[in-house]
């Protein structure tokens, strides 16, 4: 049963970068078929993708973020990255890892997921 | 890129059948066949109930069911269960590699 794990630093002060692991296990990450996902939650909100990478390290992200993201893929330790630079208050949330079967792969869906882990941007 | 509207809340009895509207446009929900809708409880990540429009995942009961028409797609819940009520989010295609989430709504087991 795949299973997926964020981890990094929980506080993060305005304009650094923030930057997340998630971590696949049960299951290998060299797959054409399935991207990896980063989804973010502010507290009380909606979800919001910000990206997707797949295991050949292309990407596509959101547009409102796009120049501030950047996404990599270690399949060695089966692992995925996320680095968010320049944030402030409002990059506050719940991020999500995921697996992710996009349209460019015959579909568009998203799961399963990692538990979340919540980054807040402050001094 | 705007997202998808849905209703903020939702509500019916236990037995009793709700429906979650998801509205897009002619660029997402109206052109594309690829919506989805995911169940969070409180506290939790979010689950994958329903993909493609009408397909359920396996072991999601068949209560849950999608369809669409036009702009809206829309989620039913059949039969209520308490363990039903949780906040709802229904996600579209939107070209381009995009991905675009609805503001959610929170459905309540009167």
């Known amino acids: 049963q795949l299973q997926l794990q964020e981890s990094g630093p929980r506080l993060v002060k305005p304009s650094e970068t923030l930057s997340l692991s998630c971590t696949v296990s049960?299951?290998?990450?060299?797959?054409?078929?399935?991207?990896w996902a980063w989804i973010r939650q502010p507290p009380g909100k909606g979800l919001e993708w910000i990206g997707s990478v797949f295991y050949s390290g292309d990407t596509y992200n959101n547009p409102s973020l796009k120049s501030r993201v950047t996404m990599s893929v270690d399949t060695s330790k089966n692992q995925f990255s996320l680095k968010l630079t320049s944030v402030t208050a409002p990059d506050t949330a719940v991020y999500y890892c995921?697996?992710?079967?996009?349209?460019?792969?015959?579909?568009?869906?998203?799961?399963?997921w990692g538990q979340g882990t919540l980054v807040t941007v402050s001094s | 890129q705007s997202a998808l509207t849905q209703p903020p809340s939702a509500s019916g009895s236990p037995g009793q059948s709700v429906t979650i509207s998801c509205t897009g446009t002619s660029s997402d929900v109206g052109v594309y066949d690829y919506v989805s809708w995911y169940q969070q409880h409180p506290g939790k990540a979010p689950k994958l109930m329903i993909y493609?429009?009408?397909k359920r995942p396996s072991g999601v009961p068949a209560r849950f069911s999608g369809s669409k028409s036009g702009n809206t797609a829309s989620l039913t819940v059949s039969g209520l269960q308490a363990e039903d009520e949780a906040d709802y989010y229904c996600?579209?295609?939107?070209?381009?590699?995009?991905?675009?989430f609805g503001g959610g709504t929170k459905l309540t087991v009167l």
């Open positions: 995921a697996r992710h079967l996009a349209y460019a792969h015959g579909g568009e869906w998203i799961g399963p």
């Open positions: 493609e429009v009408i």
């Open positions: 996600s579209s295609y939107a070209g381009s590699n995009n991905l675009v």
């Open positions: 049960g299951g290998s990450m060299n797959s054409n078929s399935y991207s």
